[in-house]
Antibody, heavy 125, light 107 residues
Framework: EGQLVESGGGLIQPGGSLRLSCAAS????????MTWVRQAPGKGLEWVSI???????YFADSVKGRFTISRDKSKNTLYLQMNSLRAEDTAVYYC???????????????????WGQGTLVTVSS | DIQMTQSPSSLSASVGDRVTITCRAS??????LNWYQQKQGKAPKLLIY???RLQSGVPSRFSGSGSGTDFTLTISSLQPEDFATYYC??????????FGQGTKLEI
């Protein structure tokens, strides 16, 4: 089924940069859709970014132009590079594998499973 | 972007109760609707995908239904371990795979 382990979170000043890592075992990061989701303290889940197996990437409007998503096939690891960090980026960041499925007449559904345990990013001076 | 609205935002119930949570999409999403359970301090866990398909290992007291814009998650007989926060998520015309705001299920 696979496992994901995030790392790289911590306390960072506004305007700073941080790179999160998500190490996978049991499946290949490069062969799957991989996603980042975050959760601000006491708040709900917010989708952040996805990288498709073919390499195409998408971002939430709230992080577009500041965050990039990438992967390293040799390390079987997913990354989230976060630049120009703001207080509102403070959250637990989760990585997950997105699995595709079919609905009625099309196969564009995805669900996230498994998830990592999350890593906390705190943006504060 | 597609907006997802869950109701209620919180719900008090007792062990053995039957509970229903609803999720409405701002536009039709076929059956591309997932449900997750999240316990305090833990990562979300997939319960149901494609509106009604139970993820492997999830107890059969959980069920989902709906298509188009209106969906429900039902827990037939609440167990102590079911008290958690539940999120719906759409994956039609992605990205973004937007989530509902969550429903906190409390004793």
């Amino acid at each position: 089924e696979g496992q994901l382990v995030e790392s790289g979170g911590g306390l960072i000043q506004p305007g700073g940069s941080l790179r999160l890592s998500c190490a996978a075992s049991g499946f290949n990061v490069s062969s799957n859709y991989m996603t980042w989701v975050r959760q601000a303290p006491g708040k709900g889940l917010e989708w952040v970014s996805i990288i498709y197996s073919g390499g195409r990437t998408y971002f939430a409007d709230s992080v577009k132009g500041r965050f990039t998503i990438s992967r390293d096939k040799s390390k079987n690891t997913l990354y989230l590079q976060m630049n120009s960090l703001r207080a509102e980026d403070t959250a637990v960041y989760y990585c997950a594998r997105d699995v595709t499925y079919c609905g009625v007449g099309s196969c564009e559904g995805t669900f996230s499973d498994p998830w990592g345990q999350g890593t906390l990013v705190t943006v504060s001076s | 972007d597609i907006q997802m609205t869950q109701s209620p935002s919180s719900l008090s119930a007792s062990v053995g109760d039957r509970v229903t949570i609803t999720c409405r999409a701002s536009q039709t999403i076929n059956i591309y609707l997932n449900w997750y359970q999240q316990k305090q301090g833990k990562a979300p866990k997939l319960l149901i995908y494609a509106a009604s398909r139970l993820q492997s290992g999830v107890p059969s007291r959980f069920s989902g239904s709906g298509s188009g814009t209106d969906f429900t998650l039902t827990i037939s007989s609440l167990q102590p371990e079911d008290f958690a926060t539940y999120y719906c998520q759409q994956s039609h015309s992605t990205p973004p795979n937007s989530f509902g705001q969550g429903t906190k299920l409390e004793i």
